[in-house]
C-alpha cells in the first residue's frame, strides 16, 4: 500500500520539474557515492520497437536456443504502485519485467533481467533510460537499448497495448 508524502505529515516537499538531467545543464553541482561510468547507450523508436514485436511474436519470442529474442522491462514506478488501477503496457507474447529502478540494485532481482536477447527499457517518457542504461551496463549487460520517448511514444502513436494486470 502507498502512503502519500502529505499523509506522513510533510507538507513541504517539492518537485524539482526536470530532474536530475536538467540540475546537471543548469551547472549545479552533483555528488555520487558511487559514480557511475560514461556510457552511451542506444534507442530503438516505437515504429521499430512495432516491427520487431510483429516479426518476432509470429517466431515464439525464441532463438534456436531457445532464450528469448528480445525483452521489455518496464520500470515504470506507476506501473510496480498502480494501486489496483489497470495500466496500459505494450502488446506481446514476448518476455515482460516489471520493476522499480531501485530493484535494479538489488542483485537477486537484477538477475531476473536476461543477458541474452535485447532487453528494451521502457519508462514513462524515456528521461530515466540513459542512468538505467549506464547502471545496467556498469553491472555487465551490453544488451540493453532504451525506448526512445518511452510508453507516451508507444501510445500517442496508437500501437498495440493491454491494461496491466
Request: hydrophobic share 35%; with cysteine.
Given at each position: 500500500?502507498?502512503?502519500?508524502?502529505?499523509?506522513?505529515?510533510?507538507?513541504?516537499?517539492?518537485?524539482?520539474?526536470?530532474?536530475?538531467?536538467?540540475?546537471?545543464?543548469a551547472g549545479?553541482?552533483?555528488?555520487?557515492?558511487?559514480p557511475?561510468?560514461?556510457?552511451?547507450?542506444?534507442?530503438?523508436?516505437?515504429?521499430?520497437?512495432?516491427?520487431?514485436?510483429?516479426?518476432?511474436?509470429?517466431?515464439?519470442c525464441?532463438?534456436?536456443?531457445?532464450?528469448?529474442?528480445?525483452?521489455?522491462?518496464?520500470?515504470?514506478?506507476?506501473?510496480?504502485?498502480?494501486?489496483?488501477k489497470?495500466?496500459?503496457?505494450?502488446?506481446?507474447?514476448?518476455?515482460?519485467?516489471?520493476?522499480l529502478l531501485?530493484?535494479?540494485?538489488?542483485?537477486?532481482?537484477?538477475?531476473?533481467?536476461?543477458?541474452?536477447?535485447?532487453?528494451?527499457?521502457?519508462s514513462?517518457?524515456g528521461?530515466?533510460?540513459?542512468?538505467?542504461?549506464?547502471?545496467?551496463?556498469?553491472?555487465g549487460y551490453?544488451?540493453?537499448?532504451g525506448?526512445r520517448?518511452?510508453?507516451?511514444?508507444w501510445?500517442?502513436?496508437?500501437?498495440p497495448?493491454?491494461?496491466?494486470?
Amino acid at each position: 500500500m502507498a502512503v502519500a508524502i502529505k499523509d506522513l505529515g510533510f507538507s513541504n516537499i517539492r518537485i524539482y520539474n526536470g530532474g536530475l538531467k536538467d540540475w546537471a545543464k543548469a551547472g549545479y553541482e552533483i555528488e555520487s557515492q558511487e559514480p557511475l561510468p560514461e556510457y552511451e547507450g542506444s534507442y530503438m523508436e516505437a515504429q521499430e520497437l512495432l516491427a520487431l514485436i510483429r516479426r518476432t511474436d509470429i517466431e515464439d519470442c525464441k532463438d534456436k536456443q531457445g532464450n528469448p529474442l528480445f525483452t521489455i522491462l518496464d520500470y515504470r514506478t506507476e506501473l510496480v504502485h498502480n494501486e489496483g488501477k489497470d495500466l496500459p503496457v505494450i502488446s506481446t507474447k514476448c518476455p515482460q519485467l516489471v520493476m522499480l529502478l531501485d530493484d535494479f540494485a538489488d542483485p537477486v532481482k537484477r538477475d531476473t533481467i536476461p543477458r541474452t536477447g535485447t532487453v528494451i527499457l521502457v519508462s514513462e517518457t524515456g528521461n530515466r533510460d540513459p542512468f538505467a542504461m549506464r547502471y545496467l551496463h556498469n553491472h555487465g549487460y551490453d544488451n540493453i537499448v532504451g525506448l526512445r520517448f518511452g510508453m507516451r511514444a508507444w501510445i500517442k502513436a496508437g500501437y498495440p497495448v493491454e491494461m496491466s494486470r
